[in-house]
């Protein structure tokens, strides 16, 4: 159904949602997932609605996902990213605080590379300040844009934000040609807060010959739409700022760790399976930690024995513990027929499998979250046996290569800005690799070593390439740390001869 709002997602948005949203409640912890109920945690067939919410209160959670993502989405920063040498110097001073916010290219490149291995895609994009005119109405010169503090800057836009973009391939390249992203905002409102929903539109207008064919593109504009509060109190859309964007393109650019479907903005994400299983690892435990209260509380059976009831003739509850006294009277007038309690409890042997399940599955998430460090990634036996050492072959290594690739284009959009001919060179961290398995990497480099295979360089270099040693060891340091602990020869000789007495010293020889 066609809408006029702004904030109306495209179908890449909602076919990609329902993971979005399920991998950003899994990041937030036990809280939002049993908050999310049986949307993660289904209700059992005839659960009594208070039974399942006291299992959903209390149920198990033990984030492996986000420690798989982290230690994923920290390979590449090992070593600082980093612009060249032979950038003009204010791309250098942008890149120490490239956000306008503080933040450097390291810091923002780590946030990104987090969002994309997380949400498939992230994006960037590269805003410019405002110009306030002239009184005069003459243009601005340079002098009155520092004056002003006038900038480029970066904008980090997650996949969550980008509620529609769309694109086309003009001579052979693909531009975006439309874009809406959520800006809401929270303000001060004296002494309280309120809340601010605004959308950005960037749109660039086909251009269409008489047959109606598309032959080309206008210039990039902006619209900024705010919503607000009507008379009647319904809300509606209005425009609150908008204009010409002045180098001409949309200026976003994707970091991509999903696999593309053809020429949609839908991806295959690269962590759904583990997400998923995460999913499955939270249930597992969740129902053993429900049947180990239930084999600590097991149910009371009561056979041949008349329950006392209530006023209205309803079974009284049988008060169960230490302190408490259970009869069981003849049910005739044998004194042998009598009745009994009962305990009913789950065996060992349920825990046993249980626990079992859920080890088996944790450690089948944990395998999935390595898979990215290795080039075998579609085999669960060789990723747990693999010394994993390659270069370049990895999924992590090429997504950090298409983090540089991001990360270039952005800084060719700041020099369109900056009307600088530059073309960017970004270092970005790719030398790194995981030792699988129960740490036979290590064990393998220190036999190495102590068999003289290996230089005690190169083993301290793969050590730290490894985060085995930090990523600030110092070789040379070290080294001279090492000769300062070395004992002095002469002190020796002192010392040896200072502990053995004359032998002309009949004192000190008794």
Request: charged letters at 25%; zero cysteines.
């Amino acid at each position: 159904m066609a809408t006029n709002s702004p904030d109306t997602t495209s179908s890449d948005y909602d076919a990609m949602a329902p993971y979005w949203a399920m991998v950003a409640t899994i990041l937030e912890g036990a809280d939002a997932m049993r908050a999310a109920g049986q949307l993660y945690l289904p209700q059992f067939p005839n659960e009594a609605n208070p039974d399942y919410e006291y299992r959903r209160a209390n149920a198990k959670f033990t984030n492996i996902y986000a420690d798989i993502v982290a230690n994923l989405a920290a390979k590449p920063f090992a070593e600082e990213v980093t612009l060249d040498d032979k950038a003009p110097q204010r791309l250098k001073d942008l890149a120490e605080d490239i956000d306008g916010r503080g933040n450097n290219l390291h810091k923002f490149a780590g946030e990104i590379f987090f969002g994309g291995i997380n949400d498939a895609i992230d994006w960037i994009l590269v805003e410019f300040s405002r110009a306030k005119p002239r009184a005069d109405g003459r243009p601005l010169t340079l002098e009155d844009e520092r004056k002003q503090g006038l900038r480029p800057y970066w904008v980090h836009i997650p996949a969550t934000r980008m509620l529609a973009v769309y694109s086309a391939v003009v001579d052979g390249k693909e531009i975006f040609t439309h874009a809406r992203i959520r800006e809401t905002e929270t303000r001060r409102d004296g002494f309280g807060e309120v809340t601010v929903e605004r959308v950005r539109v960037l749109n660039r207008e086909p251009i269409v010959d008489e047959s109606g064919n598309v032959v080309a593109y206008a210039p990039a504009t902006f619209e900024l739409w705010q919503k607000t509060t009507g008379r009647r109190g319904k809300a509606a859309w209005q425009i609150v700022d908008g204009g010409p964007i002045s180098i001409g393109v949309i200026a976003l650019v994707p970091f991509i760790t999903g696999r593309r479907k053809g020429a949609s903005w839908q991806f295959i994400p690269p962590m759904r399976d583990a997400a998923n299983l995460q999913i499955e690892h939270y249930q597992q435990e969740t129902a053993l930690k429900s049947i180990k209260e239930l084999t600590a509380f097991p149910m009371l059976a009561a056979n041949g024995v008349q329950p006392d009831v209530d006023a209205d003739q309803q079974p009284k509850p049988v008060p169960v513990g230490p302190k408490s006294v259970l009869y069981a009277p003849p049910f005739n007038s044998e004194a042998s027929s009598h009745g009994e309690w009962t305990f009913i409890e789950p065996t060992a042997a349920s825990l046993k499998f249980l626990a079992e399940d859920v080890k088996n599955t944790e450690q089948q998430l944990r395998e999935l979250g390595r898979q990215p460090l290795t080039a075998q990634t579609g085999n669960l036996t060789v990723v747990t046996t693999a010394f994993a050492a390659q270069k370049g072959n990895s999924a992590v290594q090429a997504w950090a290569l298409n983090l540089k690739d991001a990360l270039e284009q952005a800084f060719v959009l700041t020099s369109m800005w900056l009307n600088e001919r530059y073309e960017p060179t970004v270092t970005v961290f790719t030398d790194f690799s995981l030792e699988m398995g129960d740490d036979k990497g290590p064990t393998t480099l220190t036999e190495a070593r102590k068999n003289g295979d290996l230089s005690r360089e190169t083993y301290w270099a793969e050590l730290k390439r490894r985060s085995i040693l930090s990523g600030d060891f110092d070789a040379k340091a070290e080294e001279q740390r090492l000769i300062e602990e070395m004992p002095d020869p002469d002190d020796d000789e002192e010392i040896e001869g200072a502990l053995t007495p004359p032998a002309n010293d009949p004192e000190l020889a008794a």
